[in-house]
T-cell receptor
């Protein structure tokens, strides 16, 4: 699976959009971009994933650049409860030979301030 | 129901003890995972079961022994652990290779302390 690079930490004011970047310059054509977050002492929580098109769900939006070498997770209206470690992961989709591996990098610690 | 249930939530064991961690899901998922997470570090993959067969072992020491008795259950048997094995152990599940949805759901973990 391709490696990802994320900033170590970011701050955001409550109510503002949080934009979390991720670089994955060695991503392969069959690898998806996944985002998870982990709130302190809890299990990681799935947020969103995409292949090449932008994606949106009730939690967040995912913007993937045209060359797929980077992406941005957007939390449109951050709340205090969004304070967590956010992980950007690239992995092969269903049916791929290395499908089972979900490898976490260091992630970004997002702190939302009042 | 998108829940992965892990028991116990906390476990303290001696280095000569044998204990087991349990994980259960009822989402019909056919892939199940064990991860280990040390403090302030990301989760590290240990094992992957696909359709009840061990498909990935990330060179985990033999004192950790996984078992998948059926498609809903995943166990991690522990024997002769060391204090450095103290960590949060996370279980996860996903649909499996044939499923359309590939996101993994995680349990809340078992916090293990080896004394």
């Amino acid at each position: 699976d391709a490696k990802t690079t994320q900033p170590t930490s970011m701050d955001c004011a409550e109510g503002r959009a949080a934009n979390l970047p991720c670089n994955h310059s060695t991503i392969s054509g069959n690898e998806y971009v996944y985002w998870y977050r982990q709130i302190h002492s809890q299990g990681p929580q799935y947020i969103i994933h995409g292949l090449k098109n932008n994606e949106t769900n009730e939690m967040a939006s995912l913007i993937i650049t045209e060359d797929r070498k980077s992406s941005t997770l957007i939390l449109p209206h951050a709340t205090l409860r969004d304070t967590a470690v956010y992980y950007c992961i690239v992995r092969v989709g269903a049916g791929g030979t290395s499908y089972g591996k979900l490898t976490f990098g260091q992630g970004t610690i997002l702190t939302v301030h009042p | 129901d998108t829940e992965v249930t892990q028991t116990p939530k906390h476990l303290v064991m001696g280095m000569t003890n044998k204990k087991s961690l349990k994980c259960e899901q009822h989402m019909g998922h056919r892939a199940m995972y064990w991860y280990k997470q040390k403090a302030k570090k990301p989760p590290e993959l240990m094992f992957v079961y696909s359709y009840e067969k061990l498909s990935i072992n990330e060179s985990v020491p033999s004192r950790f022994s996984p078992e998948c008795p059926n498609s809903s259950l995943l166990n991690l048997h522990l024997h002769a652990l060391q204090p450095e094995d103290s960590a949060l152990y996370l279980c996860a599940s996903s649909q499996g290779r044939q499923g359309r949805n590939t996101e993994a759901f995680f349990g809340q973990g078992t916090r293990l302390t080896v004394v």
